[in-house]
């Protein structure tokens, strides 16, 4: 089987001091994506992944949480520029907001791309579900789970927008225990959701065991290079 990062990124900015957490300065960005380019990385959509058995040894998947417009500004010119290809998850009840799952006042909130930032997105970028309501999958009924997927099923058709059908769960939060996680993956295939990806900070084994249960390394921002490429490698070592 081959071995297959997915990683995780969130907000781009473009002020070195802010590097940090979940935010990460476009120049480290910039940094990461010429080390795959420059090792002969290949970067695949999900969406390409769904019908694939054999993967090159050196294979990696890019994704980014939340469609901020700091993405938009910062991560998709990198991607055009080292002609990467990534994936970009929605929230869809906050298109055209800001983060206001956060709490914090929509004034001082990251903004989230308009419905025309979507449709007219580079085609280096694929485009999945980050939910609807930015809630934690564990803390919703299955009758929940399923209003909110249609919540976003009824954007995309109404918009004609091109969403593959993967999930990346909100906080990484899903279901764990019995007979809750059952349930929730009944809930993900009767919504048609091909991949689930939680968090896990390790690398796939490729094909994936379990698509439903996805693993995606968090990239940090004030992380430097070598971490960056030690994660890449191994995954979260307890020495970060």
Not at 170 to 176: C, I
Not at 224 to 231: A, P, Y
Request: charged share 25%; proline share 5%; with cysteine.
């Amino acid at each position: 089987m081959a071995r297959l990062p997915i990683l995780m990124y969130h907000n781009v900015s473009n002020d070195i001091k802010t590097s940090k957490g979940l935010t990460i300065a476009a120049e480290k960005l910039e940094c990461h994506f010429r080390y795959l380019v420059e090792n002969n990385f290949t970067t695949f959509h999900l969406s390409e992944l769904e019908n694939t058995v054999s993967i090159p040894d050196k294979s990696v998947v890019i994704t980014f949480d939340d469609v901020t417009q700091n993405q938009l500004i910062y991560a998709v010119p990198l991607l055009q520029k080292y002609n990467l290809k990534a994936t970009f998850f929605i929230p869809f009840a906050y298109i055209g907001k800001t983060d206001l799952w956060n709490n914090r006042p929509e004034s001082l909130g990251e903004k989230i791309m308009a419905m025309d930032e979507l449709q007219n997105l580079d085609s280096r970028v694929e485009l999945g579900l980050h939910s609807f309501a930015h809630k934690k999958y564990a803390n919703l009924s299955e009758k929940e789970i399923t209003e909110d997927f249609e919540k976003c099923y009824k954007i995309i058709e109404e918009n004609k927008l091109k969403v593959y059908p993967a999930v990346a769960y909100p906080y990484g939060n899903y279901p764990k225990n019995e007979p809750m996680k059952s349930e929730f993956i009944k809930v993900l295939g009767k919504n048609k959701v091909k991949m689930g990806l939680r968090i896990g900070n390790k690398v796939n084994s490729f094909p994936f065991k379990n698509p439903y249960e996805i693993m995606r390394i968090d990239i940090k921002g004030e992380e430097n290079l070598l971490k960056f490429r030690l994660k890449l490698r191994f995954g979260k070592l307890k020495l970060f």
